[in-house]
């Protein structure tokens, strides 16, 4: 069974348009590491708030780890979906690392073991050992981000959502990124990564789901998603850099450096 599940999703802002067309969002996702994307408008950033009950269908329903999200509290949400924001600071707002870190596996109860093991992991995870007593916002944007993640990651959730963990982040900080989500997947969570880092897309996420003007175009694996250039056209995105340089090499569609590298060694 799709651990994440929409069926009919309608959704319009108070005195604006739908953001889900006719005849609504229809999704099923399942375990492992699948990104969102399409450009600005798509209706990305909204999907992930009706995951975690920030906002409320007008219609059809949203399903999560077989949780009704309209017949739950955003608190009963926050144990199943751990949610990292693209601003990290509309986020943090504890004193320490190590505080922001624990703050929602405390609130939401848990036991004293629980708590410490999984501040513990996501600390680790994170790069973020050593921090734990700096002010959050004497980081630099890179490690606020990571800052916020690892609190997503804290409450040990079977569900991770990811808005544009890419963002302020180095060569090194995208490779722990990546062998964090592959990590994650491995631990039988679902992760979505939402993103405009087709690079990333093509290196970390095994499965894609494009959004265009609210509707899903496509939602498969990642390298077919990129070898339909009419799809990418149409929802105004980019391949990922070293698919475009396969393509001018006769390589195909290849949408990671490992893929690139066999095809160039056939």
Request: charged share 25%; proline share 6%.
């Amino acid at each position: 069974m799709p651990e994440i599940r929409l069926e009919d999703v309608r959704f319009a802002y108070p005195g604006g348009v739908d953001v889900y067309p006719e005849p609504g969002l229809t999704l099923a996702l399942g375990d492992g590491v699948t990104a969102l994307v399409g450009e600005n408008g798509a209706g990305k950033t909204t999907l992930t708030k009706l995951l975690i009950g920030l906002l409320r269908p007008r219609a059809g329903s949203v399903t999560v780890q077989g949780e009704d999200v309209a017949k739950a509290t955003v608190a009963a949400m926050a144990r199943i979906v751990g949610y990292s924001f693209q601003n990290p600071d509309d986020q943090l707002f504890e004193r320490t690392v190590r505080a922001e870190v624990s703050f929602g596996p405390r609130v939401l109860r848990k036991p004293v073991a629980e708590v410490e093991r999984g501040v513990a992991w996501a600390l680790e995870a994170c790069g973020l050992k050593g921090r734990e007593e700096v002010h959050p916002h004497d980081l630099g944007l890179s490690e606020r981000k990571w800052v916020a993640i690892a609190s997503a990651l804290a409450g040990e959730p079977q569900v991770v959502v990811l808005d544009e963990p890419t963002l302020g982040q180095d060569y090194p900080s995208r490779e722990r990124l990546r062998s964090l989500v592959a990590q994650l997947a491995d631990m039988g969570r679902t992760v979505l990564v939402v993103t405009h880092d087709m690079d990333f897309v093509g290196e970390a996420c095994s499965s894609t789901v494009v959004l265009s003007e609210g509707a899903v175009r496509y939602a498969g694996p990642t390298a077919a998603a990129f070898a339909d250039r009419d799809l990418v056209d149409e929802a105004g995105i980019e391949p990922p850099h070293v698919t475009s340089l396969a393509r001018r090499l006769g390589l195909g569609d290849a949408v990671s450096e490992r893929a690139f590298l066999a095809a160039l060694g056939r």
